[in-house]
């Protein structure tokens, strides 16, 4: 097996099991507040004054939020585009939802690392392999 192939498979197999969705998996229940988004590629921008911005592809600012948890939030839920998100307003319910999904995240980075390293004793190319295989899932995971 070659990288090639060790991508094809891994993503093949990770949408096999159905990736689990931000936020709709990693609920909580309490108060929301609801964030109309352009349903296009959003990335985290420059913090002004103790605010983030998220940006379009295009760099244009799409919305301020009053922290990086927030932001982390937003790009996770993006995964999928929505036009409409559901954000909790209690800051620990939002750490606690992000903190899980980076936990899957993490968890999902481990075994195709493993099994890079079965597969490929003494490459240290999977940080791009793994990469690679996110960006086609559009999968990301912020620091």
């Given at each position: 097996?070659?990288?090639?192939?060790?991508?094809?498979?891994?993503?093949?197999?990770?949408?096999?099991?159905?990736?689990?969705?931000?936020?709709?998996?990693?609920?909580?229940?309490?108060?929301?507040?609801?964030?109309?988004?352009?349903?296009?590629?959003?990335?985290?921008?420059?913090?002004?004054?103790?605010?983030?911005?998220?940006?379009?592809?295009?760099?244009?600012?799409?919305?301020?939020?009053?922290?990086?948890?927030?932001?982390?939030?937003?790009?996770?839920?993006?995964?999928?585009?929505?036009?409409?998100?559901?954000?909790?307003?209690?800051?620990?319910?939002?750490?606690?939802?992000?903190?899980?999904y980076e936990k899957y995240l993490d968890s999902i980075i481990k075994r195709?690392?493993?099994?890079?390293?079965?597969?490929?004793?003494?490459?240290?190319?999977?940080?791009?392999?793994?990469?690679?295989?996110?960006?086609?899932?559009?999968?990301?995971?912020?620091?």
């Open positions: 097996m070659d990288e090639k192939s060790f991508i094809s498979f891994w993503i093949k197999t990770l949408n096999t099991e159905s990736i689990k969705n931000f936020p709709t998996e990693f609920t909580a229940t309490g108060k929301c507040q609801n964030y109309n988004l352009p349903g296009k590629g959003l990335l985290i921008g420059k913090e002004f004054f103790g605010e983030y911005e998220l940006l379009n592809a295009e760099g244009s600012e799409v919305l301020r939020v009053e922290s990086y948890e927030k932001a982390k939030f937003f790009i996770y839920a993006n995964r999928i585009k929505p036009k409409l998100l559901s954000v909790p307003t209690d800051n620990s319910t939002l750490r606690d939802m992000t903190t899980k195709i690392d493993q099994d890079y390293r079965r597969l490929f004793p003494g490459s240290k190319n999977s940080n791009e392999v793994i990469n690679k295989i996110f960006n086609h899932l559009n999968l990301i995971r912020l620091k």
